[in-house]
């Protein structure tokens, strides 16, 4: 970490910054920090947000011993001695963990009966949301809370703060690429900051753009033209025109947008705008989501061309957005029914299809609900084809 980044880390609550929905005065983890009512937590969101500063934070206002690890590395032993030491203390230990969705279930086990006995208080931290990660013993006894990634305003109020108070002179370009380019990661930001102060003054675009020359992961833009350009290409492909969603790919690329915002975009589109109509865009699209993540430009760049190309030849249905759509608005309309007895857990009077030459007519609804409009385009109308032969041309067998 750089001397900027750790001269201007938060100390307290009312430094941090960007996390107002949490921390702000009505905020509930706020309140259960200074309540001193904070139980086991486990935060999640992406790099920079503020997740380690947090839990520092979080052992100052309480007064307790803090302790850093990474679940990567973490020992066993050395967690006991840990729980050893403060066996008989007033104040518990703070035990911080990064990476905590990489604990391994033996690890989890151990820390279970000190989380159930408050021996310390444990928080993790991870980019990824732990929740899938972690045992149900695990959630049971601990509170799980998603931080965002810093917003474009509250990094550019931060960085003028900075350059104020370091006299460090920056070119207005330069201050845009800087802000949009971090992706909302504070730490970044002030990282390539000084990175660039060494190489430049004032500090230049083409400076930080041989230092960083794309953006990092997808989270904030430099202007309402990051959101424009995404649209723009999205609706080309949508529309069927090759080329101009080739142009607006490379603008995006060109404006240093990360690959792999640019493939969760296309494998969204994938199945909102091609769906059943072509089943594989969806998994030309995965494919090509996990390639640029291991790849990177320049060469991320060929396979998102490969599946811009793909995606605008296919065939177009929307029948599987619009059908999870209706579904869900039925949901929150009141529209509740309980499980039919029959085709609940272990239920004596089910009906298993396979026994019926794959199909027997039985209801899986207590009333009927009609959700699904095929538009029969493309692979959509074999499916439906199929569907019809199967549900009104079987016999009961």
């Known amino acids: 970490m750089s001397n900027l980044a750790l001269k201007y880390r938060p100390k307290t609550l009312n430094e941090i910054v960007g996390q107002e929905r949490l921390l702000g005065k009505e905020g509930i983890l706020r309140k259960l920090i200074e309540s001193n009512r904070l139980g086991h937590t486990f935060l999640h969101g992406p790099p920079g947000c503020g997740k380690t500063t947090l839990a520092r934070v979080i052992a100052t206002t309480l007064d307790r011993p803090f302790y850093e690890m990474n679940a990567t590395s973490l020992k066993i032993e050395e967690v006991r001695k840990i729980f050893k030491t403060y066996q008989n203390a007033l104040q518990k230990p703070l035990i911080f963990i990064d990476e905590v969705h990489r604990l391994s279930k033996n690890q989890q086990e151990v820390l279970l009966p000190f989380m159930e006995n408050n021996a310390a208080l444990i928080i993790g931290?991870?980019?990824?949301?732990?929740?899938y990660s972690m045992t149900a013993a695990m959630r049971s006894r601990s509170h799980l809370f998603a931080l965002e990634p810093i917003d474009k305003a509250v990094m550019e109020s931060f960085l003028e703060k900075v350059l104020s108070k370091e006299h460090i002179k920056i070119e207005d370009e330069a201050k845009a690429y800087l802000i949009h380019s971090s992706s909302g990661d504070m730490r970044a930001m002030l990282n390539l900051l000084e990175s660039a102060q060494a190489v430049s003054s004032p500090i230049s675009l083409h400076a930080l753009k041989q230092i960083r020359p794309y953006a990092m992961q997808a989270g904030s833009a430099e202007s309402d033209s990051h959101y424009e350009l995404t649209s723009a290409m999205i609706k080309s492909i949508r529309g069927s025109d090759i080329d101009a969603a080739l142009y607006w790919l490379a603008r995006l690329i060109e404006g240093g947008e990360p690959a792999d915002f640019i493939a969760r975009r296309l494998a969204i589109l994938a199945s909102e705008d091609v769906g059943n109509a072509n089943p594989n865009a969806l998994n030309l699209a995965a494919s090509t989501l996990s390639i640029v993540k291991h790849i990177g430009y320049p060469e991320a760049r060929i396979s998102l061309s490969q599946l811009v190309i793909y995606l605008a030849s296919s065939p177009k249905s929307n029948s599987a957005y619009m059908a999870i759509n209706q579904a869900q608005k039925a949901i929150r309309d009141g529209e509740i029914q309980a499980v039919p007895d029959h085709i609940k857990t272990h239920a004596k009077h089910y009906r298993y299809p396979h026994d019926h030459g794959g199909w027997v007519a039985q209801s899986y609804l207590q009333n009927s609900l009609h959700f699904y409009r095929t538009q029969q385009i493309g692979f959509e109308k074999t499916l439906?084809?199929?569907?019809?032969?199967?549900?009104?041309?079987?016999?009961?067998?």
């Open 384 to 397: 439906w084809d199929w569907h019809e032969k199967i549900t009104h041309n079987k016999s009961d067998k």
């Open 125 to 131: 931290a991870s980019t990824e949301n732990p929740y």
